[in-house]
Protein backbone atom coordinates (compact mmCIF):
# COMPACT_ATOMS: atom_id res chain seq x y z
CA UNK A 1 0.00 0.00 0.00
CA UNK A 2 1.38 2.62 -1.23
CA UNK A 3 -1.24 5.59 -0.88
CA UNK A 4 -1.84 8.48 1.50
CA UNK A 5 -5.53 8.88 2.12
CA UNK A 6 -7.45 12.53 2.97
CA UNK A 7 -10.59 13.53 4.18
CA UNK A 8 -12.90 15.13 3.44
CA UNK A 9 -12.09 15.77 -0.60
CA UNK A 10 -13.90 18.99 -0.33
CA UNK A 11 -14.98 21.15 2.81
CA UNK A 12 -16.80 24.50 2.61
CA UNK A 13 -16.90 26.27 6.09
CA UNK A 14 -17.70 29.58 7.72
CA UNK A 15 -15.24 32.00 9.77
CA UNK A 16 -16.89 30.86 13.02
CA UNK A 17 -17.02 26.86 12.36
CA UNK A 18 -14.74 24.20 13.77
CA UNK A 19 -13.77 21.53 11.33
CA UNK A 20 -11.01 18.80 10.88
CA UNK A 21 -9.07 17.76 7.36
CA UNK A 22 -7.73 13.97 8.40
CA UNK A 23 -4.30 12.29 6.43
CA UNK A 24 -3.83 8.73 6.71
CA UNK A 25 -1.25 6.42 5.57
CA UNK A 26 -0.59 2.99 6.38
CA UNK A 27 3.16 2.76 4.88
CA UNK A 28 4.80 2.29 7.99
CA UNK A 29 6.25 6.31 7.18
CA UNK A 30 7.33 7.95 10.84
CA UNK A 31 7.27 11.63 9.49
CA UNK A 32 4.10 13.48 8.16
CA UNK A 33 3.58 16.95 6.44
CA UNK A 34 0.65 19.68 5.85
CA UNK A 35 1.11 21.70 3.33
CA UNK A 36 -1.40 24.54 2.00
CA UNK A 37 -1.21 25.29 -1.79
CA UNK A 38 -3.01 28.02 -3.36
CA UNK A 39 -4.39 28.49 -6.93
CA UNK A 40 -1.27 28.40 -10.07
CA UNK A 41 0.74 28.32 -6.71
CA UNK A 42 3.48 25.82 -5.43
CA UNK A 43 2.62 23.78 -2.03
CA UNK A 44 4.42 25.62 0.74
CA UNK A 45 4.82 24.05 4.19
CA UNK A 46 3.07 24.62 7.29
CA UNK A 47 3.60 21.92 9.63
CA UNK A 48 6.49 18.36 10.20
CA UNK A 49 5.42 15.58 12.57
CA UNK A 50 8.29 13.12 13.19
CA UNK A 51 8.12 10.28 15.25
CA UNK A 52 4.37 11.65 16.09
CA UNK A 53 6.22 14.93 17.72
CA UNK A 54 5.84 18.30 16.47
CA UNK A 55 9.51 19.10 14.75
CA UNK A 56 8.77 22.26 12.02
CA UNK A 57 5.94 24.97 12.50
CA UNK A 58 6.45 27.12 9.50
CA UNK A 59 5.08 30.01 11.45
CA UNK A 60 1.57 29.05 10.68
CA UNK A 61 -1.45 31.02 12.50
CA UNK A 62 -2.99 29.73 15.51
CA UNK A 63 -6.15 29.24 13.87
CA UNK A 64 -4.65 26.00 11.92
CA UNK A 65 -3.77 23.42 14.88
CA UNK A 66 -1.91 20.33 13.76
CA UNK A 67 -2.62 17.19 15.60
CA UNK A 68 -0.38 13.61 15.49
CA UNK A 69 -2.60 10.60 17.59
CA UNK A 70 0.08 7.85 16.39
CA UNK A 71 1.87 7.20 13.44
CA UNK A 72 -0.18 6.62 10.69
CA UNK A 73 -2.57 9.50 11.00
CA UNK A 74 -2.57 13.20 11.08
CA UNK A 75 -4.86 16.04 11.32
CA UNK A 76 -5.24 19.78 11.17
CA UNK A 77 -7.95 21.51 13.17
CA UNK A 78 -8.96 24.44 11.92
CA UNK A 79 -11.08 27.39 13.36
CA UNK A 80 -11.67 30.86 12.84
CA UNK A 81 -10.56 31.12 9.52
CA UNK A 82 -10.17 33.76 7.05
CA UNK A 83 -11.35 33.90 3.54
CA UNK A 84 -7.37 33.94 2.57
CA UNK A 85 -7.33 30.55 3.60
CA UNK A 86 -9.20 28.84 1.21
CA UNK A 87 -6.37 26.62 -0.64
CA UNK A 88 -5.78 22.94 -1.28
CA UNK A 89 -4.57 21.41 1.44
CA UNK A 90 -1.78 18.52 1.00
CA UNK A 91 -0.62 16.09 3.41
CA UNK A 92 2.70 14.05 2.49
CA UNK A 93 4.39 11.14 4.48
CA UNK A 94 8.10 9.79 3.88
CA UNK A 95 9.58 6.83 5.70
CA UNK A 96 11.87 9.36 7.98
CA UNK A 97 11.97 12.40 8.33
CA UNK A 98 13.54 14.79 5.72
CA UNK A 99 15.30 14.91 3.81
CA UNK A 100 13.66 12.18 1.63
CA UNK A 101 11.12 11.11 -1.21
CA UNK A 102 7.85 12.29 0.04
CA UNK A 103 4.39 10.84 -0.28
CA UNK A 104 1.80 12.95 -1.24
CA UNK A 105 -2.10 12.84 -0.89
CA UNK A 106 -5.08 13.89 -3.34
CA UNK A 107 -5.41 16.68 -0.99
CA UNK A 108 -8.49 18.77 0.90
CA UNK A 109 -10.54 21.47 -1.19
CA UNK A 110 -11.41 23.68 1.74
CA UNK A 111 -13.31 27.18 1.04
CA UNK A 112 -14.04 29.90 3.42
CA UNK A 113 -17.16 31.91 3.45
CA UNK B 1 19.01 31.99 -0.95
CA UNK B 2 17.33 28.37 -1.56
CA UNK B 3 15.63 28.95 -4.48
CA UNK B 4 14.02 26.40 -7.51
CA UNK B 5 12.86 28.35 -10.80
CA UNK B 6 11.12 27.20 -13.91
CA UNK B 7 11.27 27.63 -16.96
CA UNK B 8 8.32 27.98 -19.08
CA UNK B 9 5.63 28.90 -17.26
CA UNK B 10 3.55 27.78 -19.63
CA UNK B 11 3.92 25.81 -22.63
CA UNK B 12 1.53 24.48 -25.48
CA UNK B 13 2.50 21.86 -28.44
CA UNK B 14 0.54 19.66 -30.66
CA UNK B 15 0.11 16.08 -29.98
CA UNK B 16 2.83 13.93 -30.70
CA UNK B 17 5.97 16.59 -30.20
CA UNK B 18 8.74 15.44 -27.98
CA UNK B 19 9.30 18.70 -25.23
CA UNK B 20 11.91 19.45 -22.77
CA UNK B 21 10.44 21.14 -19.45
CA UNK B 22 13.31 22.77 -17.50
CA UNK B 23 13.99 23.20 -13.86
CA UNK B 24 16.98 25.45 -11.97
CA UNK B 25 18.21 25.53 -8.41
CA UNK B 26 20.69 27.76 -6.89
CA UNK B 27 22.85 25.60 -4.69
CA UNK B 28 24.46 22.22 -5.38
CA UNK B 29 24.60 20.89 -2.50
CA UNK B 30 21.17 18.87 -2.83
CA UNK B 31 19.66 15.60 -1.77
CA UNK B 32 17.49 14.92 -4.45
CA UNK B 33 15.25 16.45 -7.09
CA UNK B 34 12.08 15.34 -7.99
CA UNK B 35 9.61 16.15 -10.74
CA UNK B 36 5.71 16.14 -9.75
CA UNK B 37 2.24 16.04 -12.18
CA UNK B 38 -0.35 17.85 -11.00
CA UNK B 39 -3.87 17.58 -12.64
CA UNK B 40 -6.26 20.54 -11.40
CA UNK B 41 -7.33 20.93 -8.35
CA UNK B 42 -5.44 17.51 -7.66
CA UNK B 43 -2.95 16.10 -5.64
CA UNK B 44 0.96 15.22 -6.64
CA UNK B 45 1.77 12.51 -8.38
CA UNK B 46 5.26 11.86 -8.09
CA UNK B 47 7.03 11.12 -11.55
CA UNK B 48 11.02 10.59 -11.14
CA UNK B 49 13.18 11.09 -8.34
CA UNK B 50 16.69 11.62 -9.16
CA UNK B 51 19.48 11.31 -5.90
CA UNK B 52 22.17 13.22 -5.86
CA UNK B 53 24.54 10.98 -7.06
CA UNK B 54 22.50 10.22 -10.31
CA UNK B 55 22.43 11.72 -13.99
CA UNK B 56 19.53 10.58 -14.82
CA UNK B 57 15.99 8.78 -14.17
CA UNK B 58 13.90 7.24 -17.04
CA UNK B 59 10.19 5.97 -16.96
CA UNK B 60 8.44 5.39 -19.95
CA UNK B 61 8.06 8.59 -22.06
CA UNK B 62 9.71 10.20 -19.43
CA UNK B 63 13.41 11.40 -18.95
CA UNK B 64 14.29 13.33 -16.41
CA UNK B 65 18.17 14.63 -16.02
CA UNK B 66 20.42 16.01 -13.16
CA UNK B 67 23.44 18.16 -13.85
CA UNK B 68 24.30 19.17 -10.08
CA UNK B 69 27.26 21.38 -11.36
CA UNK B 70 25.51 23.46 -13.46
CA UNK B 71 22.42 24.03 -10.94
CA UNK B 72 19.93 22.67 -13.74
CA UNK B 73 17.56 19.05 -14.46
CA UNK B 74 15.31 18.64 -17.35
CA UNK B 75 12.18 16.70 -18.18
CA UNK B 76 11.79 15.00 -21.08
CA UNK B 77 8.47 13.89 -22.39
CA UNK B 78 8.59 12.05 -26.06
CA UNK B 79 5.12 11.32 -27.80
CA UNK B 80 3.36 13.90 -25.86
CA UNK B 81 -0.31 13.50 -25.68
CA UNK B 82 -3.40 15.28 -24.32
CA UNK B 83 -3.38 13.27 -21.32
CA UNK B 84 0.04 14.42 -20.11
CA UNK B 85 -1.72 18.14 -20.05
CA UNK B 86 -0.93 19.66 -16.59
CA UNK B 87 1.36 21.64 -14.29
CA UNK B 88 4.66 19.94 -14.11
CA UNK B 89 6.14 20.62 -10.96
CA UNK B 90 10.19 20.24 -9.85
CA UNK B 91 11.08 20.25 -6.19
CA UNK B 92 14.51 20.15 -4.85
CA UNK B 93 15.73 18.77 -1.43
CA UNK B 94 19.45 20.79 -0.31
CA UNK B 95 21.55 19.07 1.67
CA UNK B 96 21.19 22.04 4.25
CA UNK B 97 17.34 22.46 5.48
CA UNK B 98 16.20 19.40 4.27
CA UNK B 99 13.00 20.37 3.24
CA UNK B 100 11.42 20.38 -0.20
CA UNK B 101 11.37 23.11 -2.49
CA UNK B 102 9.25 24.19 -5.17
CA UNK B 103 9.26 25.41 -8.70
CA UNK B 104 6.78 27.57 -9.80
CA UNK B 105 5.59 24.81 -11.80
CA UNK B 106 4.97 24.77 -15.81
CA UNK B 107 1.55 24.42 -17.38
CA UNK B 108 1.59 21.89 -20.32
CA UNK B 109 -1.03 21.67 -22.85
CA UNK B 110 -0.98 18.98 -25.43
CA UNK B 111 -3.32 20.11 -28.16
CA UNK B 112 -5.10 17.05 -29.92
Known amino acids: DTEVTQTPKHLVMGMTNKKSLKCEQHMGHRAMYWYKQKAKKPPELMFVYSYEKLSINESVPSRFSPECPNSSLLNLHLHALQPEDSALYLC????????????FGPGTRLTVT | KQEVTQIPAALSVPEGENLVLNCSFT??????LQWFRQDPGKGLTSLLLIQSSQREQTSGRLNASLDKSSGRSTLYIAASQPGDSATYLCAVIYNQGGKLIFGQGTELSVKP
Open chain 2, 27 to 32: DSAIYN
Open chain 1, 92 to 103: ASSQTPLPIQQY
